[in-house]
């Protein structure tokens, strides 16, 4: 079984700060979606990487995969209160099932 | 924009009872999935569903469940004897394509509480 590891699994800044979490694993996914989740509601998906070493930008909001498709960052600049929320990372295996990851609950603090 | 939908959004029932909850994908879409998500822990995959068979499933899908495509718009995951430990939210998503391709769209789910 796949395991995806998110760090830190709780974030609280100020807003305006710059932050970045990590999803990290020992096995190679053919891609990677990140997820935010709201409470007792669906992850709502914001990106798809699939090249390693691929870089999307989403606003203010930067998705990294790995060169070796193994991690994935997401770095946030400029947060606002907009910004608070569970972000999960999900690992694609092979053509089927997600893995998803631990999650980072993130708050800004206005 | 396209999406999703669940019903119902909150189902209560007795345990050894039967719950069928119920999904509509994206209507384009060809692959169907269910995942749950039991308080405070990660999103788990349940089954995957194609060409109204079933893909992939894993070790949490066992004999008490089961998945079907009654018509061309609806899918359905069913619990035959719930269980306390069934008590989660359960998630349909679907996909339009396998692979490098499978972006899945999630449902805002069904919360399922056994008592």
């Known amino acids: 079984t796949q395991l995806l590891e998110q760090s830190p699994q709780f974030l609280s800044i100020q807003e305006g700060e710059n932050l970045t979490v990590y999803c990290n694993s020992s096995s190679v996914f053919s891609s990677l979606q990140w997820y935010r989740q709201e409470p007792g509601e669906g992850p709502v998906l914001l990106v798809t990487v699939v090249t390693g070493g691929e870089v999307k930008k989403l606003k203010r909001l930067t998705f990294q995969f790995g060169d070796a498709r193994k991690d994935s960052s997401l770095h946030i600049t400029a947060a606002q209160p907009g910004d608070t929320g569970l972000y999960l990372c999900?690992?694609?295996?092979?053509?089927?099932?997600?893995?998803f990851g631990t999650g980072t609950r993130l708050t800004i603090i206005p | 924009e396209p999406e999703v939908t669940q019903t119902p959004s909150h189902q209560v029932t007795q345990m050894g009872q039967e719950v069928i909850l119920r999904c509509v994908p994206i209507s384009n879409h060809l692959y169907f999935y269910w995942y749950r998500q039991i308080l405070g822990q990660k999103v788990e995959f349940l089954v995957s569903f194609y060409n109204n068979e079933i893909s992939e499933k894993s070790e949490i899908f066992d004999d008490q469940f089961s998945v079907e495509r009654p018509d061309g718009s609806n899918f359905t995951l069913k619990i035959r004897s719930t269980k306390l430990e069934d008590s989660a939210m359960y998630f349909c998503?679907?996909?339009?394509?396998?692979?490098?391709?499978?972006?899945?769209?999630f449902g805002a789910g069904t919360r399922l509480s056994v008592l």
């Open positions: 998503a679907s996909s339009v394509r396998r692979g490098l391709g499978n972006i899945q769209y």
């Open positions: 999900a690992g694609a295996e092979g053509n089927e099932k997600l893995t």
